[in-house]
């Protein structure tokens, strides 16, 4: 099999990635790494990192709350960092597995 070519586009919030990766033919496979990280708020694993680091507030019926994290990181800034390192490690090993399976198929 040939190499493939990965196009990544990114942006902030509300810039077109989605509208932008819809202008693709339908064929190409798509990964779209913001659900996957939204998915990835369900692990035990990253949930457990999540609480210890900014505390169970951010729960909401024993799942991560996006709006109560938001708002967590809207008073305490520089937590985000902490956020990102916290959460991109898990995200770049799936999108890599996602990566190879899209490969093989």
């Known amino acids: 099999m040939g190499k493939s070519l990965i196009i990544g586009i990114t942006g902030p919030l509300g810039a077109g990635k989605t509208t932008a990766a819809g202008y ?4 190409w496979k798509k990964l779209n790494v913001d659900a ?7 692990s035990i694993k990253i949930k457990k990192k999540l609480c210890l680091h900014f505390g169970n507030n951010i ?4 799942h991560i709350s996006r709006k109560r994290l938001r708002q967590f990181l809207a008073q305490n800034p520089q937590k985000i960092v902490l956020l990102n390192k916290t959460i991109h490690p898990f995200l770049q090993k799936e999108i ?10």
């Open 59 to 62: 729960l909401e019926k024993k």
């Open 24 to 27: 693709f033919p339908k064929q």
């Open 36 to 42: 996957l990280g939204h998915q990835l708020l369900e």
């Open 96 to 105: 890599k597995k996602q990566i190879q399976k899209a490969r093989e198929t």
